[in-house]
């Protein structure tokens, strides 16, 4: 079992940066055997996949954060990181992290949220214009 724990959220205005983190814990000790990404969803939408990072460290972001948007992760801290710059604010919702595992093989980051068993409770961003 493995918990999530999302921060960093809040209030930004366009132009903005802002780092989310994304703690696991649980199966701690094989935090490496998870692919591992943020997902977001806004008010009226379907959630959607930012950015994932599978084992081996193939990584893929969204085409609409593409550029302003970095996917990271410590695995000896167990966390995620999100590093979000240039806000706009069609980047409001609420952001949330997530975990699939245990993974053996590397494979292609996917950008869906179709397979992950492990989600946080999430962190809302709001973009001001």
């Known amino acids: 079992q493995v918990r999530l724990v999302e921060s960093g959220g809040g209030s930004e205005q366009a132009g903005g940066s802002l780092r989310l983190s994304c703690v696991a814990s649980g199966d701690t000790g094989n935090y490496h055997r998870y692919n591992v990404g943020w997902f977001r969803q806004a008010p009226g939408k379907e959630r959607e996949a930012v950015a994932v990072?599978?084992?081996?460290?193939?990584?893929s972001v969204a085409d609409s954060v593409k550029g302003r948007f970095t996917i990271s992760k410590d695995v000896d801290k167990n966390t995620l990181y999100l590093q979000m710059d240039s806000l706009k604010p069609d980047d409001t919702g609420m952001y949330s992290c997530a975990a699939r595992g245990r993974v053996y093989n590397c494979g292609r980051a996917e950008l869906t949220p179709n397979g992950y068993q492990y989600w946080g409770q999430g962190t809302q961003v709001t973009v001001s214009s």
């Open positions: 990072i599978e084992i081996c460290g193939d990584t």
